[in-house]
């Protein structure tokens, strides 16, 4: 890019799929790679953007406009983006959160039993983070993702309402090439009062760049 078109914009990202700790050693998790979101992050900051990435995986960063804060589990992240929310100016929630988390976290490794076959794990409700930040917006415009395997429009359009965001970034991530841990994905661009805009599927990179172009012409 050529014009620094986002200088003085202030971006924070969250990226990755969070880890609910059952012991030490293990976790629940998901298979997001961080790649969506940080290539939200890499091309905002090319843009001129300053980038705050909340982040469960620390790599591919190319940019000292980007200060990455490291979390794990939900809580954390929530707790991060709590407190730099109130000096940003846009939000980009693309982590994979977890919506449930071991009741009980082991402080030893689980030994298995050897007169045991099965295990029971109590999960508790995470927090919605992406709703609950919704509820404290003041000028922030915040962009939200809709990972889904059917009803893509529909449900997005649910999670648009329900979660009181500006924009929804829909995936159907049961789709070839799109979604979780690959280069590439299709995006369908939700917003209020206005028709749904699918993209081609493309290069994660050329989505951000998109998606910032869309962000400078028409939101800024
Ligand atoms: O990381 P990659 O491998 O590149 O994959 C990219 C991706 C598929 C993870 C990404 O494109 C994506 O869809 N991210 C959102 C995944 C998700 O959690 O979707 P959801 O439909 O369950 O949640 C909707 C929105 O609420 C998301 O913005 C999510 O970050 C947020 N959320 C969800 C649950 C929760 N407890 N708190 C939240 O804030």
New binding site residues.
């Given amino acids: 890019f050529t014009k620094p078109v986002l200088a003085g914009v202030n971006v924070i990202v969250?990226?990755?799929?969070t880890k609910e700790a059952l012991d030490p050693v293990r976790f629940i998790g998901n298979?997001?790679?961080?790649?969506?979101?940080i290539a939200m992050a890499n091309v905002a900051a090319d843009m001129g953007a300053h980038v705050t990435l909340i982040s469960t995986v620390h790599d591919y960063l190319n940019s000292p406009n980007i200060d990455e804060i490291q979390v794990n589990t939900?809580v954390e992240m929530k707790e991060s983006l709590e407190k730099v929310f109130p000096k940003n100016d846009v939000l980009i929630?693309?982590?994979?959160?977890?919506?449930f988390r071991p009741m009980h976290k082991s402080t030893q490794k689980i030994k298995k039993d050897a007169d045991k076959d099965l295990y029971t794990i109590q999960l508790q409700k995470?927090?919605?983070?992406?709703?609950e930040i919704s509820k404290k917006k003041d000028k922030q415009f915040v962009v939200?993702?809709?990972?889904?395997t059917e009803n893509l429009i529909p449900y997005a359009k649910k999670?648009l309402y329900e979660?009181n965001v500006d924009m929804i970034?829909a995936?159907d991530?049961s789709k070839a090439g799109s979604?979780?841990?690959?280069d590439t994905?299709e995006i369908t661009l939700i917003r209020r009062d206005k028709e749904p805009e699918t993209w081609p599927l493309m290069s994660?990179n050329d989505i951000a760049a998109k998606f910032w172009e869309y962000y400078d012409e028409h939101i800024k």
């Fill in positions: 969250t990226a990755g799929g298979n997001s790679s961080g790649k969506m979101g939900a929630m693309a982590a994979a959160v977890s919506d995470n927090p919605d983070i992406l709703k939200g993702f809709a990972a889904e999670k979660k970034l995936n991530v979604g979780f841990n690959v994905n994660k």
